[in-house]
């Protein structure tokens, strides 16, 4: 009987630091974070510009919603819908004119946003950069950009910073416009239109500031 009891004794002994090890591997495994994007916060200005003349217009966008996930520290994932009602242009604040271009962005000839509100950007890769030097891109971001019903991939780079719970991402690009059927005064598609073209890339830049 005692011969038994010492067997099943020395057997616990060997099984539960066994179990404990197991255990505490189990509760180092990484999990994926998830924050929500401010969009109090983040926003994305726009400039267009016309072709032959130094002529611009800029604003911006607000988002709507959105998350970026991180797994093991490092981005992974994300996606974020674009409020495109909220389309304006920052150039023209205080001028009689500012109704009007604000206007026609939002009208067929360019964005349609009665028709298509909502634009929406889902991450479908990242690249760490190597060695980024202190204010530059860190990933390399690319994405399906859905707009006017229309997909198309892009890829930019991106400076992604995590500070205190709060993640922030700047990137500035460039998109073809027409790409997603914004065709109004492009050379691609008008011909004699003299000093009116206006060009098809659209400079973007974004900033998105996430939150657990």
Request: with cysteine; charged share 25%.
């Amino acid at each position: 009987m005692n011969h038994l009891l010492v067997c099943a004794l020395v057997t616990l002994g060997l099984a539960l630091p066994a179990h404990a090890k197991k255990e505490t591997k189990k509760a180092a495994a990484p999990v994926s974070t998830a924050l929500k994007l401010d969009t109090a916060k983040s926003q994305i200005d726009w400039v267009g510009k016309k072709v032959l003349v130094d002529s611009k217009h800029m604003g911006n966008l607000k988002l709507k919603s959105g998350e970026v996930t991180f797994d093991k520290g490092q981005l992974t994932a994300g996606q974020f819908v674009i409020d495109m009602t909220t389309i304006n242009s920052t150039d023209m604040e205080g001028k009689p004119k500012k109704a009007d271009l604000e206007g026609h962005l939002k009208n067929a000839d360019f964005f349609d946003v009665a028709k298509y509100p909502t634009a929406t950007f889902k991450i479908t890769s990242v690249k760490p950069l190597p060695n980024p030097a202190a204010g530059q891109p860190t990933h390399e971001v690319t994405g399906d950009l859905t707009l006017k019903d229309k997909t198309n991939a892009i890829t930019f780079p991106a400076q992604v910073t995590s500070k205190e719970g709060v993640t922030e991402a700047l990137a500035n690009l460039k998109i073809d416009r027409t790409l997603w059927d914004v065709r109004y005064a492009s050379d691609k598609f008008f011909k004699g239109l003299g000093d009116k073209v206006i060009a098809n890339d659209i400079d973007l830049t974004l900033k998105l500031v996430a939150t657990k």
